[in-house]
């Protein structure tokens, strides 16, 4: 949307070059050549002003959505990331467990069966 909206805003200021470049109502445009009254000038402004506005509109909503896909990336990111984080306290957790687990086993093993 955004390129679209671009485009679209290159053409419209394109047309208005095109407009204040030329020194009478006669243009001339990928060969042809155009010659326009007064209705026919206000009508092709109007037109202008139409792809402008809608181009800037393009442009904004573009960058609007794109604001928002980044935010919700960021905002999966860090949850993901504290997600990771929890997972590693856990992990430490269950580690210090089991090596509290082994060494009482080992304790016991030292003393024998018949506790001495």
Do not use: C
């Amino acid at each position: 949307m955004i390129l679209l909206g671009l485009l679209l805003v290159l053409l419209a200021v394109g047309a208005v070059a095109l407009v204040l470049t030329e020194e009478t109502s006669r243009y001339i445009l990928f060969g042809y050549t155009f010659e326009l009254n007064h209705l026919e000038m206000f009508l092709a402004g109007a037109a202008t002003a139409a792809v402008l506005v809608l181009g800037l509109w393009l442009l904004s909503s573009g960058s609007r959505r794109t604001a928002r896909q980044r935010r919700r990336l960021r905002s999966a990111r860090a949850e993901a990331s504290s997600r990771v984080a929890q997972l590693e306290d856990e992990k430490r957790d269950l580690e210090r467990r089991l090596e509290r687990e082994h060494t009482t086993s080992d304790r016991l093993v030292a003393r024998g069966p018949d506790g001495s």
